[in-house]
């Protein structure tokens, strides 16, 4: 009985190595796996040993050779084993092999072109293929994990069983599946490949299963594209995340990253119920809590800064579910402690290489889409006599910057840098703004609101001008963009068009 023992990650080698010769394997290995080996006295036979056949080409060949893929690919048949003997070829029963580090590598910022072509496997995914496919005979392992599975079974049984071997052949596709393509993916970022390629590829790593996904009843896990934005972020105590948690949590991450100044957005069911920007992180979630308290009750809350003791605080007076942020003080952490179901993650800000791109699954297929990330067309032009002040030129950035991230129709209000009303996912445009506006109540007079599409009908701007609004920003874009703006000259109402649209399906 022969193994090939070839691994870059060496996580548990020596010990699989050692029980694999006393089990009466004879070990086959390359390059420094066999130094690993030799260094801890385990017998080992080089594989240039076994070939007849030195290494080549700075160890670009060393396993391409038909007594090794002959050894693995032979069935054990009578034909088979007559070829080999014929060639004088010795099966291989067992293939321990995990590839170059090449996601490592070009997540290196100073990681060179040479460096990266290197750390291409070529021998490496030809073994785990040939094993895999050959897996009624051979077993394959490229996890560390699984090495203590496969030698309870060898010492049990003395031979790993075929639903065994099916399941590690299984893995060891979806391994070399993922390894091409972190290689594709870099090289089309090296030549600038065209951004909706004839087949859009995408894989994860699994962070987590869940308890279950928007319903009890539906089955759920969470997968990483990128080691950036929520997939990379920490939790530092709290229940178990669950798939609505995790939803709202980006939402509430997307919209406080729009801001430059102390932000706090808190969530409920991915819209937005409370937003607020001020001079402290604590004033900012005072604000936004108070901008709807009924909803924030039970809330998502992200915030753009680290969390101090007095934003915690203010946190620990409400039933919230999550709180996501770049980062907690030892003394918010403290105080939030006295919380322990509340789920604290820490998102880093900034980290890799975030996918620019937005997939949403339909049946049969999916769509792709840039990222909404920009803002406006240019700048804003003002369509009205009136044009607002200073004052409410930020609110209605702010108002602008909101919208964005909520679902469409979307309307929302906004005075003094915290949201006053919040119109989401209605099938009209004026129902959304009534929705806004009411929440708003007296708090609209004198405020901005802002609009995600633009305005069909002038009723918008009549219902905002009942509750006192003085300013409105849209795309504008509508063959009836004249009767809004003269409706809001009629009413003295400030109107600027940014060329375009939000919406958030």
């Known amino acids: 009985m022969r193994a090939l023992l070839s691994v870059s990650d060496k996580t548990g080698i020596v010990e699989l190595a050692r ?274 308290p009924v909803s924030a009750f039970g809330g998502i809350v992200g915030f753009n800064r680290i969390v101090d003791g007095p934003t915690a605080s203010e946190l620990i007076k409400t039933f919230l579910e999550a709180v996501a942020a770049p980062g907690y003080t030892p003394e918010a952490l403290e105080i939030l402690g006295g919380k322990p179901n509340l789920r604290v993650m820490s998102v880093p800000a900034g980290q890799g290489r975030e996918l620019q791109l937005d997939i949403k699954k339909v049946s049969g297929g999916f769509l792709v889409q840039d990222k909404d990330i920009e803002l406006y067309s240019g700048d804003w032009k003002w369509v009205t006599t009136k044009k607002a002040s200073p004052d409410l030129i930020k609110d209605l950035e702010f108002a602008w910057k909101v919208v964005k991230h909520v679902k469409s129709n979307a309307i929302v209000t906004a005075k003094g840098g915290v949201t006053t009303g919040i119109g989401p996912g209605q099938t009209n445009r004026v129902g959304a703004a009534k929705i806004a506006l009411e929440q708003a109540g007296d708090k609209a007079r004198g405020g901005v609101l802002a609009s995600d599409a633009f305005f069909p009908f002038r009723d918008t701007v009549d219902l905002a001008a009942k509750y006192g609004i003085s300013a409105i920003v849209q795309p504008g874009g509508s063959v009836k963009d004249e009767e809004s703006i003269a409706a809001c000259n009629e009413h003295g109402i400030a109107m600027a068009f940014t060329g375009m649209r939000h919406f958030k399906h």
């Open 19 to 292: 029980e694999l010769v006393s089990l009466g394997y004879q070990v086959l290995s390359t390059g420094g796996t066999a130094k690993t080996l030799q260094e801890h006295n385990i017998p080992v036979t080089p594989v240039s040993q076994a070939t007849g056949f030195p290494e080549i080409l700075e160890g670009r060949v060393k396993t391409l050779h038909p007594k090794i893929h002959g050894g693995i690919l032979a069935k054990r048949t009578p034909d088979h084993l007559k070829q080999l003997a014929t060639n004088e070829i010795e099966p291989i029963d067992i293939v321990v092999v995990n590839l170059y580090p090449f996601k490592e590598t070009i997540a290196r910022s100073d990681v060179t072109l040479e460096e990266a072509i290197e750390n291409i496997d070529i021998g490496g995914p030809a073994m785990v293929r040939a094993a895999a496919k050959n897996h009624e005979y051979v077993t394959v392992i490229v996890n560390p994990a699984r090495y203590p599975e496969v030698l309870s079974q060898l010492r049990e049984q003395g031979e790993v069983s075929l639903a065994l071997r099916r399941e590690l052949a299984y893995e060891a596709f979806r391994h070399t599946a993922e390894y091409d393509l972190m290689i594709s993916q870099y090289l089309g970022d090296l030549i600038g490949c065209e951004k909706f390629p004839p087949i859009f590829s995408l894989t994860g790593e699994k962070v987590q299963d869940l308890r279950y996904g928007e319903n009890p009843h539906q089955n759920a896990a969470f997968y990483r594209t990128e080691n950036s934005g929520l997939a990379a972020a920490k939790q530092l105590q709290g229940k178990e995340l669950s798939f609505n948690n995790i939803m709202d949590l980006e939402a509430a991450w997307n919209i406080v990253k729009e801001f430059s100044e102390p932000a706090c957005a808190i969530i409920k069911h991915t819209n937005p119920c409370g937003v607020a920007i001020a001079a402290t992180l604590a004033e900012a979630y005072t604000k936004a809590h108070e901008a709807d």
